[in-house]
């Protein structure tokens, strides 16, 4: 599976983005699927995830309430919404799929996206 992540860019505190993670295959929908993000000189920590048929989702507390992760089966395409962001988001964002469940470790994670930077500015 080939995942294209897209949609970063620069936005002030409280704005809003929308990124977009785009998988090449139809088995796209066998696979749970994460964002996760790493800010310079940090590990790369989990964001959120979301099951195969879009029914159960969880995330890291840093971005309960304000982000939000669904997916369009359809489109071969997951989505994360963040909202109300916050200076400390800034990082380069990126997609990943696993076979393995609802994870939250990235080693769980077997194909992964390019990344997208996000710059929240104060």
């Known amino acids: 599976v080939q995942l294209q992540a897209s949609g970063g ?35 790369r920590e989990f ?14 507390d840093s971005v309960k309430g304000r982000f939000t992760i669904s997916r ?13 962001l916050k200076p400390e988001d800034t990082a380069v964002y990126y997609c990943a799929a696993t076979l393995r469940g609802m994870v939250s470790r990235s080693a769980e994670y077997e194909y992964w996206g390019q990344g997208t930077q ?3 500015s104060s």
């Open 118 to 120: 996000v710059t929240v």
């Open 9 to 43: 860019g620069l936005v002030q505190a409280g704005g809003s983005l929308r990124l977009s993670c785009a998988a090449s295959a139809r088995a796209f929908s066998w696979y749970v699927m994460g964002w996760f993000r790493q800010a310079p000189g940090k590990e």
């Open 72 to 84: 369009d089966n359809a489109k071969y395409t997951v989505y994360l919404q963040m909202n109300s």
């Open 47 to 60: 964001v959120a995830a979301i099951n195969q048929i879009g029914s159960t989702t969880t995330y890291a």
